[in-house]
């Protein structure tokens, strides 16, 4: 991937080709950022600047043969690692190889759920085992097929078992000459602290608004200016959030999570009851994104309680809800409701019966808004 292809993060970027055109490579880096920050697209960009054959000031050739390679994240010098669920007879990466470079390819922000969604693979846990730190060990023993430098990008170390953590610690303590690590991680804190240490830490922030409005109406060449800024405002700054509210139609999430908080500040039963059947309705990965989006919406209510209206970033019908609803949270439930949403999440992700954790949540709710 080519820095200019990495929406937003200019310092960054800027940064990150410095270091290498100034010879400052650090064998381990780490690269942190929430869920749709880009830091699995600044990493192969990193790579792919860093294995080019002709540099340019601000960017790879594109043009070289190790960038046609990169351009298909099959140059034989990148190695990948990544979480998979084990069977029988497959511990290691190279069986779901293919599978992940055409989910990268065509989704850069890609997160371990669409990555557990695209295996099938929803009621198995996606990790990394000692299998896979003895393939990575013994693939960047291997001398380098171009003459230059390896690169061995880990993709979300944070789920490496401890055996696999621990013998991942000893080839960072002892790298094989002309190696470079580029671990992309969400959750630094679970990893072990003898490998942060050991890797040079760069901070992947949030993206901008501004830069996912114009991203989304690159990807979605019908999407109106206003919509693109209120998506990327609801979204902040999460590029894969974006795209799926993009994708989905934001307007149908709102007027169901407008219309069922209403049923139950009212403590209508029936109503709650047709909303937790059409909640079922929406799948999985729509069930959370709703809760997702509620959990904005009530952050938003939230700051304008707090008489701080200049940090609430909404829209149009959004604009009004915020101003209506804030007036009904107090000191005894505004906590609640975002615990409860919260947890609902947590209970979606753990495959809950989705009619029973809806109507719990709603019977929740309704003596919430009403405390």
Known sequence: MLFSKVIDHAELKAKLIGNIREGRVPHAQLLVGPRGSGNLPLALAYAQYLLCEDKGVVDACGECPSCMQMAKLEHPDLH??????????????????ADWRREVLAEPYLDIELWRD??????????????IAQEIQRKLSMKSFRGGCKVMLIWLPELMDAAAANKLLKVLEEPEPSTVFL????????????ILSRAQLTKVPALHPEAVADALRGRFPDL???????????SEGDMLEAVDM???????????????????FRKEVVAAVDFGEGFQKLGRERQKSLVRYGLYLIRQCVLQWQQVP???????????????FSKVLNERNADGIRRELETAH???????NAKVLFMDMSYRMMGLLRA
């Open 80 to 97: 990948l690692a990544f979480p998979i669920f084990f069977t029988d007879k497959v511990k290691t990466c190279d069986a779901f190889l």
């Open 118 to 131: 695209k295996l099938e693979s929803e009621n198995k846990q996606l990790r990394m085992g000692v299998d």
């Open 183 to 194: 671990l992309v991680s969400n959750d630094a804190e679970q990893l072990l602290a003898t």
């Open 224 to 234: 109106g200016e206003t919509e693109a800024r209120a998506i990327a405002l609801r």
């Open 246 to 264: 993009a994708g989905k139609g934001e307007e149908e999430l709102f007027v169901f999570f407008r219309d069922w908080l209403r049923a139950c």
């Open 310 to 324: 200049e940090l609430v970033r909404v829209l149009g019908q959004e604009q009004e809800f915020v101003l209506n």
């Open 346 to 352: 947590v209970h979606i992700e753990r495959n809950a």
